[in-house]
């Protein structure tokens, strides 16, 4: 679910000197952790059929237009993950190098809306039967993606913990399967012991691979802004490495995006960042699909 550049780019014009940042005037009402119950939001309607990656990624080539890149609010930049280790044998690991030649506010082709689920009761937390050929599952900061190519269904859970989406992805029992499956989770971790983090990161993976034996798993290191805690920036850079440098059967790990990005609220991405690390995801798997022919 979640172009034909080089692997591995963040998504920052070459050269670029970055801006200061500067407070948010209006912060995001949605929190980590939404208490407001409501049902899970209609998405805008579906384009028929489903392109194909390769098919979207060279439309995206030819659609995407560089704009003047806006005023940043909260800028952070994570601290770069390790490199793995030689001894993964099983795990796909990509790194990053160079920048991609867009601008923040690069156009994505078409706007499909996430599907964000408000349910109060976490244990209710449900996945509905899925029509897109890749699904994009994660927290909150997925709803503030505002452009995705048609063939990309996201689900967005505010104040969803790594076990929170294992539940969701093992009680899945509909057909058909989504082809790719890219897992955005984390964040809301930030103040759990890193090793407990990995270990359900793992269990998480084997799930998703269980439930859907037959698509590709892909699973994002987390972008770290500088404004949350010293220890919670030092636990999720952890996590990260741990990631980076794991053998994790059947699964694709994507290297956190390092390129300055902008928070509304120290948390939350502003819809610029959102779609630039979409977008850059949308390179990686990219890139992780050519690997392996």
Same mark, same amino acid.
């Given at each position: 679910m979640d172009t034909t550049p080089a692997p591995s780019r963040a998504t920052t014009l070459p050269n670029q000197t970055p801006k200061r940042a500067r407070s948010s005037p209006s912060p995001c009402p949605a929190d980590i952790d939404s208490s +407001?119950? !409501?049902? @899970? !939001?209609? !998405? +805008? @309607?579906?384009? @028929?059929? +489903?392109?194909?990656? +390769?098919s979207f990624c060279a439309f995206l080539d030819q659609q995407t237009t560089p704009r003047s890149p806006s005023k940043s609010r909260h800028v952070s930049r994570p601290s770069p993950p390790r490199t793995r280790s030689q001894s993964v044998p099983n795990a796909t690991i990509l790194t990053t190098t160079k920048p991609v030649p867009i601008t923040p506010s690069t156009t994505i082709i078409s706007a499909t809306k996430p599907y964000y689920h408000q349910t109060k009761d976490k244990s209710l937390w449900k996945l509905p039967a899925l029509k897109k050929s890749t699904l994009i599952i994660g927290s909150s900061n997925l709803n503030r993606i505002t452009k995705t190519s048609s063939d990309t269904e996201i689900h967005s859970y505010p104040g969803a913990q790594i076990h929170h989406i294992q539940s969701i992805l093992e009680s899945y029992d509909h057909d058909p399967k989504p082809t790719t499956i890219i897992l955005h989770v984390g964040l809301n971790n930030r103040d759990q012991i890193p090793k407990t983090s990995f270990n359900q990161a793992q269990k998480l993976i084997a799930t998703a691979n269980k439930t859907f034996p037959n698509s590709k798993i892909l699973f994002t290191c987390i972008p770290i802004s500088n404004k949350i805690s010293k220890k919670a920036q030092q636990n999720l850079s952890t996590l990260n490495n741990m990631m980076m440098e794991s053998s994790i059967n059947s699964a694709t790990i994507l290297p956190p995006y390092e390129e300055e990005f902008e928070t509304v609220d120290n948390l939350h991405w502003s819809p610029e960042t959102a779609n630039s690390i979409y977008l850059f995801w949308i390179y990686q798997l990219q890139a992780s699909s050519k690997s392996l022919n």
């Amino acid at each position: 679910m979640d172009t034909t550049p080089a692997p591995s780019r963040a998504t920052t014009l070459p050269n670029q000197t970055p801006k200061r940042a500067r407070s948010s005037p209006s912060p995001c009402p949605a929190d980590i952790d939404s208490s +407001s119950p !409501s049902t @899970p !939001s209609k !998405s +805008s @309607p579906r384009d @028929p059929g +489903s392109a194909n990656l +390769s098919s979207f990624c060279a439309f995206l080539d030819q659609q995407t237009t560089p704009r003047s890149p806006s005023k940043s609010r909260h800028v952070s930049r994570p601290s770069p993950p390790r490199t793995r280790s030689q001894s993964v044998p099983n795990a796909t690991i990509l790194t990053t190098t160079k920048p991609v030649p867009i601008t923040p506010s690069t156009t994505i082709i078409s706007a499909t809306k996430p599907y964000y689920h408000q349910t109060k009761d976490k244990s209710l937390w449900k996945l509905p039967a899925l029509k897109k050929s890749t699904l994009i599952i994660g927290s909150s900061n997925l709803n503030r993606i505002t452009k995705t190519s048609s063939d990309t269904e996201i689900h967005s859970y505010p104040g969803a913990q790594i076990h929170h989406i294992q539940s969701i992805l093992e009680s899945y029992d509909h057909d058909p399967k989504p082809t790719t499956i890219i897992l955005h989770v984390g964040l809301n971790n930030r103040d759990q012991i890193p090793k407990t983090s990995f270990n359900q990161a793992q269990k998480l993976i084997a799930t998703a691979n269980k439930t859907f034996p037959n698509s590709k798993i892909l699973f994002t290191c987390i972008p770290i802004s500088n404004k949350i805690s010293k220890k919670a920036q030092q636990n999720l850079s952890t996590l990260n490495n741990m990631m980076m440098e794991s053998s994790i059967n059947s699964a694709t790990i994507l290297p956190p995006y390092e390129e300055e990005f902008e928070t509304v609220d120290n948390l939350h991405w502003s819809p610029e960042t959102a779609n630039s690390i979409y977008l850059f995801w949308i390179y990686q798997l990219q890139a992780s699909s050519k690997s392996l022919n």
